[in-house]
């Protein structure tokens, strides 16, 4: 059947391409069909070797403009999702060909580049690869692209807004995919002030989205920091190939409206022009947790529903102030103010909205030299959650890049600039509203002044007429004191949430505005002698962090600058008649703060059957990652907590279990001898390294059967976490002395004359760290109408030589799985419906910890074509049950989604 198929795919190899005949030029012409005579619009036309391009119509019409440069004979490659590619080599020119391209039993076949940073077939693949194609693309539900990865296999997603998502593979999940290099067309996406990727908002409309690639585990060897459990590589269309115009409409509950714009049109042979662009808005995802806050982040808290208050997870304002002997029978007691919901302090702010707008130039150099520039603009207002919670408010980002390549080197520059504009920080926002003065005082005392004097006197008069009673005294102290806190909604409340949320002044306003540029200059050369393939590039990023002392420690001075560098080379190899590939890489980086770090990479990959289809793989990858910028630089004051920076000479002090002890501590005989006992230092922070190993399968254990199982085991050195400890800013050691001023309430917040505080930093663990699991996914195509999927991922962290109070961040369920069904049916109404499932876990995060539940999300789709009109017509839904689901602690539950729309495509 197979050979029967082939003898169709080009008829009398390829003679009936045509040659018209033009002053300059040559062009090819015909038709994409499949078997059955149906036109298949959307395949791509190649000419191996150069970047002379073009795709099918609604009709499965093409005509490819070739320059007066081209020589024959050419190899042409003809592509279509689902179907065979084939190539062949073209030495003359007859007339119109009637292409019939043969099906493929899988997407097995597929190619990527981001394993290997070279075309291969994915099933060939030296490490564990995924890739969402055009047909995939078309089908996904959630707003955000990053969000709908989460139905891949071995992918962890944490949302914290509705167009904040992050991604992981492999464990260490988290709300900044700081493991997880984010790339699109292999420019890095992430904020240089936030360091984290804002779900796919500097990355591209779906509508322009060739491909997406997940590499999974470390792969440092090839992409130097932080391409530590993984990449994602985004590949934008070419306009040279994708011509015409595209347009996405999208409508729904919770005030959803999306649309989508690209359009690309080749001018003469050598131009093309591009446009890309989207605007998105809808109510936004909001956090409703009211636990108390773990007493490892609020020293005095009361449990949840305690009569004297107690600082919540998801209210903002809730401050607190230990009362000392003038307090009467509240002394040593902690009384919290009632603060306000994240609803309330956000306010109007609800809606998320994210624009982006992407014009580009290309110019074909040669046939196989194109150049381009380009320029990002994306805007946009969500939710997100890392120190603290956070609105990031029209924050923006700029990218500028300029590129020259070939089918074998590239030379890459890019420039990323961001811009907070007016996002602010929602617990800030809370707080300083509670010690703005009072306009109703005439002694210039704050709402929270007067509020826990009224508790006071309330509390003591209710006591003295009511002995014993405590839980009569702590209501009647509510009620007394509920007038000095005002109500949300009120035109009070609002005038001062605006007036605090616009005032960058530290410890008055929560408005933060960080702006820092990421500068990148990248290279990469592919030889090709007879005896190997060997790939070659290096790399150079600056950063320049700016925030007027509001993120990083750049209050007093210029901006931070902070240079990286490296240098990769990679080999490979083909033996035994192809069936044995052996590949080696390795990469040496260095940067300003750490010394240069080592990344090797070895695997080899052996294929059996006669087509290839059985492929065995085993590799062993060494990474490392660089701390982040904040890791390295951050100065932020969470009134609770300072977060430092730890690049200088490390810290010393005492755990914070002795600030529970301090009373007793303090009146011992040998207060020194007693804080003894809870002495730590902590080094100055080095880059984090992991040695994985990994055996896996890739193939087809029967014709329409897929099966790709792998399993992985990593040990992790010099791991970094966070820890909190009592401490000097300049770390040094405090003194008993220094420890006694601190225990005294209450303390001024973000006075930065205070040098013994509870530190919050960033630090290597002595011990190494232990994770490994596999996954399980296989692939059933039935038939063009039923393709059935299903995954299960397994993910374990080994936790017995850590100590109790190190923080890992883990942040990853043990099991979890997807079951899918897709397929294109009865008059070309296509489908996908896709089930996932992950087992609740500890989610920790510098603004919170806690337990999640299990969550799970059905999501669904479905598409009428209307040929005629050149159109789709579309519906579909994520979380379609409204299940609960909450990705981490302290954030939002993800509802349900519904939508309808209609795309357009006209080449």
């Known amino acids: 059947m197979k050979q029967y198929y082939a003898s169709l795919l080009l008829t009398s190899t390829l003679t009936g391409f045509a040659l018209t005949a033009q002053a300059q030029s040559t062009t090819l012409t015909g038709t994409v069909r499949t078997a059955a005579g149906e036109a298949l619009p959307g395949a791509t036309i190649v000419v191996k070797g150069t970047y002379q391009s073009t795709t099918s119509n609604r009709e499965g019409q093409f005509t490819l403009p070739l320059s007066r440069q081209t020589n024959f004979p050419l190899v042409v490659a003809v592509q279509f999702v689902g179907f065979e590619t084939y190539t062949d080599t073209i030495r003359r020119f007859n007339q119109p060909v009637q292409v019939v391209l043969a099906p493929s039993s899988t997407l097995m076949n597929e190619v990527v580049v981001s394993a290997s940073r070279v075309e291969e077939r994915a099933l ?58 984010q790339l699109v067309d292999y420019m890095d996406t992430q904020s240089p002030s936030l360091n984290l990727n804002a779900g796919n908002a500097l990355g591209l409309p779906e509508v322009d989205i060739a491909s997406v690639e997940v590499l999974y585990g470390p792969s440092s060897a090839l992409y130097g ?238 006591l003295a007429q009511n002995a014993g009673n405590t839980t009569g005294a702590q209501a009647a102290a509510r009620a007394a004191a509920a007038p000095f806190q005002l109500a949300a909604g009120t035109p009070e409340f609002n005038s001062l949430r605006e007036q605090v949320r616009r005032n960058p002044t530290l410890g008055v306003g929560s408005r933060i505005n960080p702006s820092s540029f990421l500068t990148d200059v990248s290279g990469q050369y ?202 000097n800013t300049d770390g040094s050691r405090p003194s008993v002395t220094q420890i006694g001023a601190e225990a005294v309430t209450p303390q001024p917040f973000q006075d930065r004359s205070r040098t013994t505080r509870v530190l919050q930093v960033q630090a290597n663990a002595a011990q190494q760290v232990k994770t490994m699991g596999g996954l399980v996914a296989l692939t059933y195509s039935l038939a063009p109408a039923l393709q059935l999927t299903g995954n299960y991922n397994l993910n374990v962290l080994d936790t017995d030589n850590l100590p109790a109070t190190f923080q890992t961040y883990y942040n990853t369920p043990k099991h979890k799985y997807n079951l899918g069904a897709s397929g294109t049916a009865w008059r070309g109404i296509n489908y996908s419906v896709n089930y996932r499932w992950a087992q609740g876990h500890l989610f920790e995060s510098p603004f919170a910890a806690g337990q999640l539940s299990s969550y799970s999300s059905l999501d669904v789709q479905a598409g009428y074509a209307l040929p005629k009109l050149y159109s789709t017509v579309q519906v579909g839904a994520s979380n379609l049950a409204n299940a609960r689901n909450i990705q981490l602690y302290g954030g939002p539950q993800i509802g349900r989604l519904v939508w309808a729309g209609l795309s357009v495509e006209v080449k």
Do not use: C
Request: glycine fraction near 10%; avoid cysteine; hydrophobic fraction near 35%.
């Open 124 to 181: 060939q693949a030296p490490v564990t690869v995924e890739k969402l194609n055009s047909r995939q693309l078309a089908s996904l539900t959630a707003p955000d692209l990053i969000t709908n990865l989460a139905r891949l296999k071995g992918i962890d997603v944490t949302t914290s807004g509705l167009f904040m998502a992050s991604v992981s593979t492999r464990g260490f999940n988290g709300t900044t995919s700081e493991r997880v290099l």
């Open 526 to 727: 592919e030889f090709r002698p007879a005896f190997a393939d060997i790939v070659v590039g290096g790399a150079y990023r600056q950063f320049r962090l700016g925030s007027d002392g509001h993120l990083f420690a750049d209050q007093d001075g210029p901006r931070i600058r902070n240079e990286e560098y490296g240098g990769y080379g990679q080999i490979a190899k083909t033996l035994l008649h192809d069936k044995l590939k052996l590949t080696a890489a390795a990469r040496l980086d260095g940067s300003q703060n750490f010394k240069a770090v080592f990344s090797p990479r070895a695997s080899a990959v052996y294929s059996l059957g006669a087509q290839q289809q059985h492929n065995f793989r085993v590799s062993y990858n060494q990474a490392y990652r660089s701390p982040t910028q904040q890791g390295q630089y951050i100065y932020l004051d969470l009134g609770r907590a300072l977060l430092l920076g730890n690049i200088s000479q490390g810290f010393a002090g005492y755990s914070t279990a002795a600030a529970a002890q301090l009373a007793r501590i303090l009146t011992s005989p040998n207060p020194a001898e007693a804080l003894n006992a809870y002495a730590v230092r902590y080094d100055r922070l080095r880059p984090e390294r992991v040695a994985t190993l990994e055996g896996g399968y890739k193939g087809l254990l029967l014709e329409k059967l897929a099966l790709d199982v792998n399993y992985y085991y990593s040990r992790y050195n010099d791991f970094i976490g966070s820890v909190r400890l009592l401490g």
């Open 225 to 462: 920091a932080n391409a530590f459990n993984g990449v994602v590589l985004t590949t934008s269309k070419d306009p040279f190939t994708y011509q015409g115009l595209s347009v996405r409409l999208r409508g729904g509950n919770r005030e959803y409206a999306d649309g989508q714009l690209r359009y690309a049109q080749r001018l003469g042979k050598r131009w093309a022009v591009k446009i890309a662009g989207s605007f998105a808005r809808a109510q936004d995802w909001i956090a409703t947790n009211e636990a108390a806050l773990s007493t490892a982040y609020v020293p005095n808290n009361n449990p949840a529903g305690s009569g004297l208050g107690y600082d919540a997870v998801n209210r903002y304002g809730d401050v607190g102030n230990t009362f000392g002997a003038t307090g009467g029978a509240l002394n040593g007691q902690t009384v919290f103010m009632p603060g306000w919901s994240e609803r309330e302090i956000i306010g109007s702010d609800s809606p998320a909205k994210l624009y982006r707008i992407l014009p580009s130039v290309h110019f074909l150099v040669t046939d196989k030299i194109k150049a381009m520039v380009e320029f990002k603009r994306a805007e946009g207002t969500t939710s997100y959650q890392a120190t603290n919670r956070y609105r990031l408010k029209n924050f923006a980002t700029n990218q500028y890049r300029a590129e020259l390549r070939s089918d074998r080197w590239f030379v890459r520059a890019y420039q990323t600039q961001d811009f907070g504009a007016d996002s602010y920080d929602l617990p800030f926002t809370g707080a300083f509203m509670q010690t703005a003065v009072d306009p109703r005082s005439t002694t210039g005392r704050t709402y929270a002044q007067q509020y826990f004097g009224a508790y006071a006197v309330a509390y003591n008069t209710f």
